[in-house]
């Protein structure tokens, strides 16, 4: 099973440039999972029989959501976290209400949860720094381990985090701006004490190989870049990983797509 995540930049773009039809003509993703999608269902033509489409889009128009084509039929779909993390206080701040913005977007599966995520960034001022560690960042972990305590979970998807020096281009100059402050980069740290692993780092532990690129100054073509797009997995599918890719030859967005083989 191939299941690829692919932080889109708009769905409508994407497919415009004729990049999401290539990239799945060529790949057959079984799984793909799409993130800052920007539309809701019915605003994008997208063709594609063999697929069901499961969508979770945002409220604002143009703005952010997720969304997953799978081939194989989920037992059951989840928009958003738990109802009673939903009902709890702190979601709304002065950027927006992230309950709303849908960000999360889970498919179980037979033998594992798939959780598909869109993490808010934590701005250029950091202005949604501790809100993100405080809130999201904690709500987003409790929920994944209350999964796991039913089945495995692959959680992929944009988590608008380098984690260590080797999954930026330039850490010395980054540090301590968005994508790569100390208590994003310990957010991530938390899963991987909490029974994940980073599927791509296990297998490439000393690889550079980056999912972004600004648009300014030819980030792209000098590949200075970020990895912050990941998929992380239950500790007890280790076992059944047999590949991973950052597959960034493929143009389309200011992400390239990210895989995993099971």
Not at 66 to 85: C, D, H, M, N, W
Not at 189 to 202: A, S, V
Not at 247 to 255: A, I, P, Q, R
Request: glycine share 8%; charged share 30%.
């Amino acid at each position: 099973m191939r299941i690829f995540s692919w932080n889109v930049n708009g769905l409508r773009a994407v497919l415009s440039k004729g990049a999401l039809q290539s990239f799945i003509e060529k790949y057959e993703p079984d799984i793909l999972c799409l993130q800052e999608t920007k539309a809701k269902q019915g605003q994008a033509e997208v063709d594609l029989p063999e697929y069901e489409e499961i969508w979770n889009s945002a409220e604002r128009a143009g703005y952010s959501g997720t969304a997953i084509f799978t081939k194989i039929k989920p037992l059951s779909v989840r928009f958003g976290f738990y109802p009673e993390q939903e009902e709890m206080s702190g979601w709304e701040d002065a950027f927006g209400d992230a309950r709303t913005e849908g960000r999360v977007l889970t498919a179980e599966f037979e033998d594992f949860y798939l959780v598909n995520v869109y993490v808010p960034n934590e701005k250029d001022d950091l202005g949604r720094m501790n809100w993100r560690a405080e809130v999201w960042d904690k709500a987003l972990l409790a929920y994944t381990k209350e999964l796991d305590r039913d089945k495995p979970v692959l959680i992929c998807g944009d988590f608008n985090v380098a984690h260590e020096e080797i999954d930026l281009a330039r850490p010395a100059q980054n540090e301590g701006h968005a994508g790569f402050t100390q208590s994003g980069r310990q957010g991530m740290t938390n899963y991987l004490n909490n029974g994940f692993i980073d599927t791509w780092r296990i297998m490439h532990p000393d690889e550079q190989k980056y999912s972004w690129w600004s648009y300014r100054g030819g980030a792209r073509m000098r590949n200075v870049g970020w990895r912050i797009d990941y998929f992380l997995a239950s500790e007890r599918l280790r076992e059944q990983i047999k590949e991973t890719d950052i597959l960034n030859e493929v143009m389309g967005s200011d992400h390239c797509p990210i895989m995993v083989e099971l």
